[in-house]
């Protein structure tokens, strides 16, 4: 059975900072790319960061400079640091593993998410 579970959300005022963590379960860890998406009340969910395999990482523009996405495939766990952060980044966050197979059918699993709230 597969599991993905975050952890680290929490109310923080804003220029604070907050590291979120996902623990993966029952994939081959190190074969999926892996990413952090947002999700605020009313609006699409959103790509936040992204970590491939390989470790090449990928940032949306709202968060270039102010996110950290790195992997640590001995403990089969993505992080996702964040700092100096801004009161629209209040989201429910969630971590995605995806597989992509050439000659089938892509894996891709969500966790239930953790709510980061930035405020004062």
């Known amino acids: 059975q597969v599991q993905l579970v975050e952890s680290g959300g929490g109310l923080v005022q804003p220029g604070g900072s907050l590291r979120l963590s996902c623990a993966a379960s029952g994939i081959t860890f190190s074969l999926y790319d892996l990413g952090w998406y947002r999700q605020a009340p009313g609006k699409q969910r959103e790509l936040v960061a992204g970590?491939?395999?390989?470790?090449?990482?990928n940032y949306a523009d709202s968060v270039e400079g102010r996110c950290t996405i790195s992997r640590d495939n001995e403990k089969n766990t993505v992080y996702l640091q964040m700092n100096s952060l801004k009161p629209e980044y209040t989201a429910v966050y969630y971590c995605?593993?995806?597989?992509?197979?050439?000659?089938?059918?892509?894996?891709?699993?969500w966790g239930q998410g953790t709510q980061v709230t930035v405020s004062s």
């Open positions: 995605n593993a995806k597989l992509t197979r050439r000659l089938f059918p892509s894996l891709d699993y």
């Open positions: 970590i491939t395999s390989g470790g090449t990482t």
